[in-house]
């Protein structure tokens, strides 16, 4: 009652002051027409019982949630965070014989949609399936050289892999198989531990037990539902990344292109260029280079053809094949393998062999297996996750990343049993599926029996495919991974991310694929940590004709009030965060102070903190707040909260800083709290 009769005391004297004025211009005559209409407006809705309704009403205060049992809120976080998506749901109120079913579908997606397959669907399938056959079999043997293994080993990545993927995978367009930045890496990683030409049987026995320590990670991180680290790899720091990698692939390939016998182990852009230069004079053979040119030529064009035409997506597809047979056809008849062309010579016939027991279980090579293994499953989550996402949103459709973490997993441990390396979701193979029309995971299937196929009786039929293809091949592949454009697009948006992008960008080009690859881990932290140690902080002020209150910065007509600061933080206030906090606010009001100094406005009485973006506080942040109460105290000014969020009220008020400063002195909004603000300075005038 006594702030009802206060707030009617106030509005009185409004009142008043409002038919003073207009007396007093009315005389004058001062005052426009547009002035005298703004006030009487102001005395009718002063006058109006709906106004004075609305100002005898009782302000609302902000709620404080109920108390939450210990063991349930503890529960309800750890669901949140792990199992956001309540992935079972759909067991709820079913059969027990239902739930079997439901469960066998969630880990073989196959046996949902295989239900509804139909001819149609096939016939999409196989087209889509025998193109990315057409394409993957020569890309195949290029990337198994990149990774310094024999190329039968490329092939049985294509073999075993998509299979197992097709039967557990959710994703209906992501092609199979090995790709150039994982076999990069992986042989990058493989070759600082073992020689491959010195030990060749040791680096291909840790070969596969670094894919299977690639699976064994994937798997984990699926059925604990870790998804969220991938996460942790920027945008940024991965197209830097790629770029890179496409760059140090293509400079890899110059042996083959140029025909170089003698060349670097190293990947850096200084000693490759130093051995191709260093080869120039005796190292470098015509006819291979007139043939990895011509083909390479023959490789763009026909991409070019394809991006030109989306008809003619095929033509790009099935060039690295062509490529391969004239090519092929070209030396055989020819005899240019006598006159230096470097060829591939043998690629073992036959399916898969087993490989369980070459896999390093115990011994030096275990640890070294486990560490190469993480970071190629890391980076090759990246790759597929963010494929199968990329098509799923052009389809329509939900992916569910953790699943697809659990079947890349599945196939990659049955894949190192089965003399497999690294496989994951590739781009170029997963574009062209997808521009072939293919529907379900069923075209995986078809160009796994094409490899299996070739293996069986075609094998023998690349003994004279030329190095120098592969090569172009490859160049052709990886080009598409420099991408300009998201470089250009991330620099307009964002320069902490193009710094992100370039250093990974610079450090694998200039030291090695795992030294970028920690450029770009660390920079994507840095940022993080920044972000959270160095919130943004802002001043508000009123929108005119409004009780809206904005960034003065975002909004330059908005009016500050005077007597008051209002500030927003814009974060969670943390102990990493807390101090940086309090200091910048005072900073803030120090500021405020000279500039009213100067201009000789009122002094400021009131400072509001706006915590509508505030979604946590922990006790370092409410140590803080004393702090900054206690200063402020000492100037003689009040602390106002405005709008803090339920997990916030709650720990103010456990924390008992809400009755410190005052119940009274924390509104819902701004507008209650410069309202009150402007009740107390009349009432103190």
């Not at 996460?231 to 390939?253: C, K, N, P, Y």
């Not at 196939?411 to 293919?438: D, E, I, K, L």
């Not at 500021?591 to 370092?620: C, G, N, W």
């Amino acid at each position: 009652k006594h702030e009802s009769h206060r707030m009617w005391r106030t509005k009185k004297r409004r009142w008043k002051q409002i038919s003073g004025e207009l007396i007093v211009h009315s005389f004058m005559g001062h005052s426009t027409d547009e002035n005298l209409e703004t006030k009487e407006m102001d005395i009718r809705s002063l006058s109006s019982p709906r106004h004075q309704a609305q100002n005898m009403q009782y302000i609302h205060k902000v709620g404080v949630p109920p108390k939450q049992n210990l063991f349930k809120e503890f529960k309800d976080t750890v669901k949140e965070t792990l199992f956001s998506d309540d992935p079972l749901h759909q067991f709820k109120d079913q059969t027990n014989s239902r739930k079997f079913i439901l469960g066998i579908q969630a880990v073989f997606p196959i046996f949902e949609w295989g239900r509804s397959y139909n001819l149609t669907k096939f016939r999409g399938d196989l087209i889509a399936g025998l193109t990315i056959a057409s394409l993957c079999i020569p890309q195949d043997i290029g990337y198994a050289k990149l990774a310094n293994l024999k190329p039968q080993y490329g092939l049985y990545s294509s073999f075993v892999p998509p299979l197992i993927y097709a039967f557990m995978g959710s994703s209906r367009d992501i092609a199979i198989g090995p790709v150039a930045v994982v076999s990069l890496l992986l042989g990058t990683l493989l070759q600082n531990e073992i020689d491959s030409t010195a030990h060749p049987t040791e680096y291909q026995r840790l070969a596969f037990t670094a894919t299977f320590f690639a699976g064994i990670t994937q798997v984990t991180l699926g059925f604990l539902r870790l998804g969220f680290l991938i996460d942790f790899l920027s945008h940024a720091a991965i197209v830097g990344f790629m770029g890179g990698a496409a760059i140090t692939i293509s400079l890899q390939q110059l042996k083959g292109f140029l025909g170089i016998k003698k060349f670097t182990k190293k990947s850096d852009i200084i000693s490759v260029m130093h051995s191709v230069w260093g080869s120039v004079h005796h190292g470098w053979n015509w006819e291979t280079i007139l043939i990895g040119v011509t083909f390479l030529s023959f490789l763009l064009f026909a991409k070019f053809i394809g991006k030109k035409n989306k008809k003619f997506f095929w033509v790009p597809a099935i060039a690295p094949l062509i490529s391969v047979i004239l090519s092929t056809f070209f030396v055989y008849i020819t005899h240019a393998d006598k006159r230096g062309v470097a060829i591939v010579k043998h690629i073992e016939k036959g399916i898969n062999p087993p490989s369980v027991d070459e896999i390093y279980f115990s011994g030096e090579y275990l640890g070294k297996g486990f560490k190469i293994g993480v970071v190629a499953a890391m980076i090759a989550l990246t790759e597929a996750i963010a494929i199968g996402r990329t098509f799923a949103s052009m389809k329509d459709y939900q992916l569910d990343g953790n699943k697809e973490m659990v079947a890349l997993g599945a196939m990659n441990v049955v894949g190192s049993m089965t003399s497999c390396y690294v496989a994951t979701g590739s781009f170029s193979r997963s574009a062209v599926n997808y521009m072939a029309g293919c529907q379900t995971a069923v075209s995986n299937i078809v160009m796994s029996c094409v490899v299996f196929l070739t293996l069986k009786f075609l094998t023998p039929l690349f003994k004279y495919t030329p190095n120098a293809i592969l090569s172009a091949i490859i160049i052709s592949a990886v080009i598409n991974l420099i991408d300009f454009q998201a470089a250009i697009l991330i620099w307009k948006i964002d320069k902490f991310d193009f710094v992100a992008c370039f250093g990974a960008f610079f450090g694998v080009i200039f030291a090695s694929v795992e030294i970028g690859l920690l450029i770009a881990v660390s920079i994507s932290f840095a940022k993080i940590l920044l972000q959270v140690t160095r919130p943004r902080t802002a001043i508000l002020g009123k929108l005119p004709g409004t009780t809206v209150y904005r960034n003065i910065q975002q909004y330059p007509e908005a009016n500050k009030i005077p007597g008051v600061l209002i500030v927003r933080v814009d974060s969670a206030i943390y102990f990493s965060n807390s101090n940086y906090i309090k200091e910048r606010i005072l900073r803030w009001l120090a500021h405020e102070e000279e500039h009213i100094k100067a201009d000789y406005q009122p002094r400021i009485q009131f400072l509001i903190v706006e915590m509508s973006p505030v979604t946590d506080i922990d006790t370092s942040g409410i140590h803080a707040f004393e702090e900054l109460y206690r200063s402020l105290q000492k100037r003689d000014m009040q602390l106002i909260l405005a709008n803090p969020g339920p997990v916030v009220i709650d720990k103010l008020h456990a924390s008992k800083f809400a009755n410190l400063i005052g119940q009274d002195k924390i509104f819902l909004t701004v507008a209650d709290a410069i309202s009150s603000c402007s009740t107390k300075s009349v009432e103190e005038a």
